[in-house]
């Protein structure tokens, strides 16, 4: 049996960009994942060639200026920006808030009118926020939270925002301009060809495994390289001996419609509590599509089981210590690393997980490799 340099357990954007280097660096990787197809959740599914985003809309956004020109090295980026819009009960909205979405809330024009109506429905919650309903009210006014945040935030967590803590919402993107880009990052956009044209070149020179759960062999897997690199949830490394660890998770629903455009842009968030779905994504228009037909997914949060695909951590104090504990077990583990989302249950954008995994190039084959 052949013998490696290293294994990498899964073969998402953290495995993949430290493969890269490896194999760069000379070095031979073995990438085992369970699944049929390679690039975790950035995987596309091609659809009558529009490219599906298959575990939820991806777009790439950092203000990381090596990032950038590491991506770029893989894939050519068009020029998406993400200006989602929000249908309140039919009212559209644009997001993030900002005046447009404030001159369609209340027929004004200026950014003084603005603050001055936020600033007096903010007025209400005098004291700390003592939850989430309370927090949001205080950060952007009472209008704007019932009709774009409340709802929606409900169905995300499965909870009344006055159950949820006030800390999920530190702070709301409020601009007082006319600017619906949803992210400040100085760069944005879609690989041309879609993810899989990054996913390709990321694993370019391993040797893969799909199909094959780690975990089902673990020793096997393991003894078939000198180190090992797992980005598999950490839980079940350790045999949940220390329990589970909680998700939300989602549901996706698509259908391929026989018309040119559905929705006229990528994303929609559907902000009243009554429809059961947070967001319907348009696929084409993330690479300005021109064909007949299109893909849209409706998104649904749902209540995560063990068994359900992990998507976002419940990163609450409960949570938070099972973590610490199986993050202290992982330091004992001899001759690997673990990293990644599920390997560090955090929610990490694209960008910050590529910055981890140089993170770890640098540690394990030299700083000179970045
Ligand atoms: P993953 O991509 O999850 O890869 C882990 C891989 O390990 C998977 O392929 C999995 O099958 C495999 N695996 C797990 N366990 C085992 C095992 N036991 N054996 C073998 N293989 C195993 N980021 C952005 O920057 N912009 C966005 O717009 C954006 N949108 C998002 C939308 C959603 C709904 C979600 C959930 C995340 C979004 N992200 C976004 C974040 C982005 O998905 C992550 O940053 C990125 O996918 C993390 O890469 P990873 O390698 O850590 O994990």
């Known amino acids: 049996m052949k013998h490696y340099d290293y294994v990498l357990v899964g073969s998402g954007l953290f495995a993949g960009t430290f493969a890269w280097h490896a194999v760069k ?18 995987y596309c599914e091609d659809v009558e060639k529009i490219h599906v985003h298959k575990y939820g809309a991806h777009i790439f956004h950092t203000s990381n200026r090596k990032v950038w020109d590491f991506v770029n090295s893989l894939a050519e980026f068009n020029r998406y920006t993400n200006s989602p819009i929000a249908n309140y009960h039919g009212e559209i909205y644009n997001m993030p808030f900002n005046m447009n979405t404030f001159s369609k809330m ?9 603050k001055a109506i936020i600033e007096e429905q903010r007025g209400t919650i005098t004291h700390e926020p003592r939850n989430l309903e309370e927090q949001a009210i205080s950060l952007v006014g009472k209008d704007i939270y019932e009709k774009l945040i409340r709802g929606y935030t409900q169905k995300q967590w499965g909870r009344s925002c006055k159950e949820l803590p006030a800390f999920i919402i530190k702070r709301l993107p ?28 990321l694993f370019e020179g391993c040797d893969v ?13 393991k003894s078939m390289g000198d180190y090992m690199i797992y980005t598999g949830t950490v839980d079940s490394y350790f045999d949940y001996c220390y329990g589970n660890l909680e998700y939300r998770s989602l549901k ?36 300005f599509g021109t064909s007949p037909s299109t893909v849209i997914t409706k998104e649904y949060p749902v209540t995560w089981q063990p068994g359900m695909e992990p998507y976002y951590p419940v990163n609450d104090e409960k949570n938070q210590e099972i973590f610490a504990r199986y993050e202290a077990l992982a ?24 910055e981890s995994a140089f993170g770890l190039v640098e540690k394990l084959l030299g700083a000179d490799r970045i």
């Open 25 to 42: 660096a000379g070095k031979s990787c073995l990438v085992i994942e369970k699944r049929e197809h390679m690039g975790g959740n950035i």
């Open 106 to 114: 209340w027929g004004i024009s200026t950014p003084a009118e603005a």
């Open 174 to 201: 409020v601009r007082y301009t006319y600017d619906n880009n949803y992210f400040n990052d100085r760069y944005q956009g879609i690989p041309m060809g879609g993810y899989n044209v990054i996913i390709d070149r």
């Open 209 to 221: 495994l799909l199909n094959t759960d780690f975990n089902e062999d673990r020793e096997k897997y």
């Open 252 to 287: 996706f629903e698509s259908v391929l419609l026989d018309t040119d455009n559905y929705q006229g842009v990528a994303v929609v968030n559907y902000t009243d509590a009554e429809t059961p779905y947070t967001r319907i994504i348009e696929h084409k228009h993330f690479e």
């Open 331 to 354: 330091k004992t583990e001899k001759n690997v690393s673990f990293g990644g989302r599920l390997a560090e249950y955090k929610y990490y954008d694209m960008d910050k997980v590529i």
